[in-house]
Nanobody, 120 residues
Framework: QVQVVESGGGLVQAGGSLSLACTAS????????MGWYRQAPGKQRELVAS???????SYADSVKGRFTISRDNALNPVYLSMNSLKPEDTAVYYC??????????????WGPGTQVTGSS
């Protein structure tokens, strides 16, 4: 079993900065990719940023230039630096880890989420 935990959420004024961290643990052989998603009240969960084992990164258009995803060499943990936060960034942020377990079975695990609130 693979567990994913997010940390670092909170309340920040519009224009401020916040950093999130995501750590995966358990029976992990390799992690192929990690991603940050968010879900605002009444909306669908959306991809915010992702990074793969090759170093490739992608961002939602709404956060480009403001958010940065980064990682340690082993792709675990993964961080999300958020700058110039806007009220519309308010959401529960979830981390997703994908890879293979120690028994070589594929996994895709979600964390419980962390609340980020950008106040106007």
């Amino acid at each position: 079993q693979v567990q994913v935990v997010e940390s670092g959420g909170g309340l920040v004024q519009a224009g401020g900065s916040l950093s999130l961290a995501c750590t995966a643990s358990g029976n992990i052989f390799t992690i192929n990719g990690m991603g940050w998603y968010r879900q605002a009240p009444g909306k669908q969960r959306e991809l915010v940023a992702s990074v793969n084992s090759g170093g490739g990164v992608s961002y939602a258009d709404s956060v480009k230039g403001r958010f940065t995803i980064s990682r340690d060499n082993a792709l675990n943990p993964v961080y999300l630096s958020m700058n110039s936060l806007k009220p519309e960034d308010t959401a529960v942020y979830y981390c997703n880890a994908q890879g293979y377990s120690g028994s070589r079975d594929p996994f895709a695990s979600w964390g419980p989420g962390t609340q980020v609130t950008g106040s106007s």
